[in-house]
């Protein structure tokens, strides 16, 4: 089992800057970030493996970052150049395989912490 703890969201005007963080009780081989807006379906937006190889969203990419420092089991995702459209509840995942986070069948997601862009 591996517990999964977000943090970070909030709210900020366009144009702004996030940093989400997701602790993890223990490493695992790939993890990422989720979203899923208002009467929209969950998407991938990010997700990185243990050898540093990362994959984006073309709606995020250039402008977020996903990182992982392995030595504190801790995910992060800097959001840079918020949009309104941005505004999810973002949601950290795990899983041995990034195929699999990115296909929206991680075996691990965290509770999600929200945020919101306002124009």
């Known amino acids: 089992q591996v517990q999964l703890v977000e943090s970070g969201g909030g709210s900020e005007q366009a144009g702004g800057s996030l940093r989400l963080s997701c602790v993890a009780s223990?490493?695992?081989?790939?993890m990422g970030w989720l979203r899923q807006a208002p009467g929209k379906e969950r998407e991938p937006v990010a997700t990185?493996?243990?050898?540093?190889?990362?994959i984006y969203s073309d709606s995020v990419k250039g402008r977020f970052t996903i990182s992982k420092d392995s030595a504190k089991n801790t995910l992060y995702l800097q959001m840079d150049s918020l949009k309104p459209e941005d505004t999810a509840i973002y949601y950290c995942?795990?899983?041995?395989?990034?195929?699999?986070?990115?296909?929206?069948?991680?075996?691990?997601r965290g509770q999600g912490t929200q945020v919101t862009v306002s124009s």
């Open positions: 990185i493996n243990k050898h540093g190889s990362t």
């Open positions: 995942a795990a899983d041995q395989s990034q195929s699999r986070i990115w296909a929206g069948y991680a075996n691990y």
């Open positions: 223990r490493d695992i081989f790939c």
